[in-house]
C-alpha cells in the first residue's frame, strides 16, 4: 500500500474523532447528560426541544463511525507489517474494526430514533 494512502487512511481517524465529537457535543447536545434528578417529562421535553439537533448529530456519529473502516485498515497494515510472523493479528484487528463501525451505527440510529 502506499505511503500517501496509508497516511490519508490514518488521517480519517482524525477525522473520526471529529465527527463524533460535533455530532455528540455541538448538535445533539449529548454531553453533558442529563441530571438525573431530572424529572421523566423535563428529559424527554429536552430531547423532543432539539430532535433536529440530535438527527443531524447522530448523522455525523454515523459518518464518523465509518471512517473507522478506513483508519481501521490502515492499523490492521502496520500491524500486519510489524508482525508477519502472527497473521491472525490482522485479521482480528479487521474483524474489531468492522465490529465497532457496526456497533455505532447501530448505535446511533437507535438515538437518533428516540
Known amino acids: 500500500m502506499g505511503r500517501k494512502i496509508q497516511l490519508a487512511c490514518a488521517a480519517s481517524g482524525l477525522l473520526m474523532i471529529a465527527f463524533y465529537g460535533f455530532g455528540v457535543i455541538a448538535f445533539a447536545h449529548m454531553i453533558p447528560v442529563n441530571s438525573p434528578e431530572k424529572s421523566v417529562a423535563a428529559v424527554v421535553g429536552s430531547y423532543n ?7 443531524i448529530g447522530m448523522s455525523m456519529v454515523m459518518l464518523g ?4 473502516m478506513t483508519w481501521g485498515a490502515a492499523l490492521a497494515t502496520q500491524t500486519r507489517r510489524a508482525s508477519p510472523k502472527y497473521p491472525i493479528l490482522f485479521h482480528i484487528q479487521v474483524d474489531c474494526s468492522v465490529a465497532a463501525c457496526m456497533h455505532g451505527v447501530l448505535h446511533s440510529l437507535a438515538r437518533g430514533q428516540a
Open 49 to 55: 426541544d432539539n430532535l433536529t439537533g440530535i438527527r
Open 65 to 68: 463511525c465509518s471512517l473507522m
